[in-house]
């Protein structure tokens, strides 16, 4: 399966908006059908090649710069961390592919916390 950037674009920017809320309000704005349609999307990443991925991941780059979880506290970090995996676990399901992009998305975070704060 091959979708094109703004496709990418789209889910990527969707899933980290509707996460974003989640952590600051503890609610989704997303509705259930939506989460069954993306989680599908996110069959696609697991099984994406070098190239896709690295457009992926550019794009999770610009989108969770936007985002309200950067803290200087490393017990806060932890903290956004697991509320970023409960966030998948409760909308998106535990199959593998779902630990997979939530992996990838947490590993992320914290490579850039690390570089930001110099940690």
Not at 32 to 51: H, K
Not at 88 to 117: C, M, P, W
Request: charged share 30%; aromatic share 14%.
């Amino acid at each position: 399966m091959e979708l094109g950037n703004e496709a990418i674009t789209f889910l990527i920017r969707t899933i980290l908006e509707d996460l974003d809320n989640y952590i600051e309000q503890r609610e989704q704005s997303l509705k259930t059908p939506i989460y069954n349609n993306i989680g599908t999307w996110l069959e696609y990443v697991e099984e994406s090649s070098p190239d896709e991925l690295e457009i992926i991941m550019n794009e999770v780059h610009e989108s969770i710069s936007e985002m309200s979880v950067w803290e200087y506290d490393h017990d806060e970090q932890n903290a956004l961390v697991g509320k970023m995996y409960q966030y998948f676990a409760e909308f998106y399901g535990t199959e593998d592919h779902i630990k997979y992009f939530s992996s990838l998305l947490v590993n992320y975070y914290r490579k850039q916390i690390k570089s930001e704060f110099k940690i």
